[in-house]
């Protein structure tokens, strides 16, 4: 991704999104076979830890405090299987194609001296991922539904644009402290939200993303940061009753 300073930073904001159920699928972003092959050598699968992770309710859990920081450490399990498996991506195609691709790391807050530490980049993920809940606006544009149609897909909702605020990956991340100190700063995000066993896993939301060129890109050149956002539920009402239903953000970014 190119680096630009943060005034011009609205312009290359990527983001992109997906909406897996069973046994349907619906694609906001995919990219014709032939283009996402450019970008996907054949290779073998990387076996990660906690890939194949299904989150569990609280309720499943022990209600005592070991119980119930393993109920909120799935959430962590999830951010570094997939974190995993994007360094490893970036691994096979930096060696299949002789490019030089940085490891992407979790970021920890950025401050800036003598202003309060915010939550960072993750904090901007976690706000989508709890609005995008509430809201449930992802998916197909239908009478009624507040949304903001994507461009390349007008019957499709984009799920990066709060309807009700407005807010963006850009603006969302200006307003934590993931800027603070940098010269210039860029970021991407990722959506995914899948219903039933096969589509809530990380590794379901990774293969979705790998299958589809805009957020392949967004894994491979998005920054040398990564965070995930995970949550029961589903932000697209298609999802009806069933369970279970897992919405993710994925954000990547770049200080520098």
């Not at 209600?63 to 498996?85: F, K, V």
């Not at 991340?173 to 939200?193: D, I, L, M, Q, R």
């Not at 039933?196 to 896993?201: A, P, R, W």
Request: glycine share 8%; proline share 8%.
């Amino acid at each position: 991704m190119r680096r630009t300073s943060h005034l011009q930073l609205a312009a290359i904001t990527a983001a992109s999104s997906l909406a897996f159920s069973a046994p349907a699928a619906q694609s906001s972003a995919q990219a014709p076979a032939s283009a996402a092959a450019r970008l996907t050598p054949a290779g073998t699968q990387q076996q990660c830890e906690h890939e194949n992770l299904i989150l569990r309710p609280m309720s499943e859990f022990p209600n005592t405090p070991i119980g119930r920081a393993n109920s909120r450490r799935q959430a962590t399990h999830i951010e570094y299987a997939l974190l995993c498996m994007v360094n490893a991506e970036r691994a096979r195609l930096a060696k299949a194609m002789g490019w030089l691709i940085p490891q992407a790391r979790i970021p920890k807050s950025i401050g800036r001296p003598g202003r309060p530490s915010k939550p960072g980049l993750g904090g901007a993920a976690a706000r989508h991922l709890r609005d995008s809940l509430a809201l449930r606006w992802w998916g197909r544009v239908t009478p009624g539904k507040n949304c903001i149609p994507q461009k390349e897909k007008p019957e499709l909702c984009d799920s990066h644009i709060n309807p009700q605020n407005n807010s963006t990956p850009h603006g969302r991340a200006a307003e934590t402290t993931f800027p603070g100190g940098c010269k210039g700063w860029s970021v991407a995000e990722n959506t995914y939200v899948g219903w039933g066993q096969q589509h809530v896993t990380p590794r379901a939301a990774f293969e979705a993303w790998r299958k589809s060129f805009p957020h392949y890109k967004n894994m491979i050149q998005g920054g040398e940061y990564m965070v995930v956002s995970v949550a029961l539920g589903s932000a697209d009402p298609d999802a009806g009753s069933t369970v279970p239903a897992v919405t993710y953000v994925q954000m990547f970014g770049s200080c520098w």
